[in-house]
């Protein structure tokens, strides 16, 4: 069954605002941290945010400020909001769950992906 779905992605120009959506399985989310990860072309794939079963927020570097993940345990959703968007941000993004909260290796529940273009 499906575990993981991501929706939200889109083209944006530079400057502008998307929404990423995931919607977790209550059994994966429980327990789990929950994050997303990107991957852009030649590149790759990196950390951008993720929430804690307790809700401790990891934010990578190029990204503070401008991100904020969110975490609605009653609705099964982790939403990503991304702000002042810039033309390297334009990447897939992955919801993922599971991952190290220590290391923030990924853990083995991947969304299928969303892609994000930011027009420059």
């Known amino acids: 069954q499906v575990q993981l779905v991501e929706s939200g992605g889109g083209l944006v120009q530079a400057g502008g605002s998307l929404r990423l959506s995931c919607t977790v399985s209550?059994?994966?989310?429980?327990?789990?941290?929950v994050g997303w990860y990107r991957q852009a072309p030649g590149k790759q794939r990196e950390l951008v945010a993720a929430?804690?079963?307790?809700?401790?927020?990891k934010y990578a570097d190029y990204v503070k400020g401008r991100f904020t993940i969110s975490r609605d345990s009653a609705k099964n959703i982790v939403s990503l909001q991304m702000n002042s968007l810039k033309a390297e941000d334009t990447a897939i993004y992955y919801c993922?769950?599971?991952?190290?909260?220590?290391?923030?290796?990924?853990?083995?529940?991947w969304g299928q992906g969303t892609q994000v273009t930011v027009s420059s």
């Open positions: 993922n769950a599971g991952m190290s909260v220590i290391t923030w290796v990924p853990g083995g529940y």
């Open positions: 929430v804690t079963s307790g809700g401790n927020i």
């Open positions: 209550r059994s994966i989310l429980i327990g789990n941290a």
